[in-house]
Every structure is written in structure tokens, then in C-alpha cells.
């Protein structure tokens, strides 16, 4: 069973950073794609960013191309979002996720294992 648990979400200007980290526990998931999703209030859960098990490959949604760089540390078992430029459309409750196998994944139904999740609001 794998644990994950979001954290760096926050209040910031539109324009402004936040870095948000994922730390898994259970057990590893250097073997395992992870994924970014979030979920505004009165829309579904979206893809937002998802990067294979070695990190040398990557995939973003296009409204945060340019914007976002995920990341992961398999030494440490995290998973990273930075996320600059924010805009007031950011706004929402972010998810980490990740699926029993090494290749990146777009669908919310790739995933099996996911966080509770940490709130971003940005303020315009």
C-alpha cells in the first residue's frame, strides 16, 4: 500500500510561486509514473502534470505549459510541482497521484493510489 501526502499549498498573488511536494510512504514508488491533478470547486478532477518513473520524461496540460515543472527525487520518494506565474484560474484543491506502472499516464483512472490533496489559491 502506498501513503502519499501533499504539502506547500497556500495563498498567493496572481504572478506569484508555490513549490508543492508529494512524500510517499508504504513503500516505494521509484518504479512507479506520477501524476498532478486538481479539482476546482464545481468542475471534476483534472490532469494537470505527469512524469515517468525515472523522471526523463514529462507531460502537462496545455494551461500550464511553460508554467509548471514537475519533478520527482527517488532517493527521497517525492514527487515536486513547481509552479510559476500563477494566475487566478490555478485556483484549486491539487492531488498527487500515482500508478502501478513506469510510464506517465493523462487519465485519472490510470492512477491507483492518491493524496487528500492541498489547496492553491491565487488572488488576482
Known amino acids: 500500500q502506498v501513503e502519499l501526502v501533499e504539502s506547500g499549498g497556500g495563498l498567493v498573488q496572481a504572478g506569484g510561486s508555490l513549490r508543492l511536494s508529494c512524500a510517499a510512504s508504504?513503500?516505494?514508488?521509484?518504479?512507479?509514473?506520477m501524476g498532478w491533478f486538481r479539482q476546482a470547486p464545481g468542475k471534476g478532477r483534472e490532469f494537470v502534470a505527469t512524469?515517468?518513473?525515472?523522471?526523463?520524461?514529462?507531460d502537462y496540460t496545455d494551461s500550464v505549459k511553460g508554467r509548471f515543472t514537475i519533478t520527482r527525487d527517488n532517493a527521497k520518494n517525492t514527487l515536486y510541482l513547481q509552479m510559476n506565474s500563477l494566475k487566478p484560474e490555478d485556483t484549486a484543491l491539487y492531488y498527487c497521484a500515482a500508478r502501478r506502472s513506469s510510464s506517465y499516464d493523462r487519465g485519472t483512472n490510470a492512477y491507483a493510489y492518491w493524496g487528500q490533496g492541498t489547496q492553491v489559491t491565487v488572488s488576482s
Open positions: 512524469i515517468n518513473w525515472s523522471g526523463s520524461s514529462t
Open positions: 508504504g513503500r516505494t514508488v521509484s518504479s512507479y509514473a
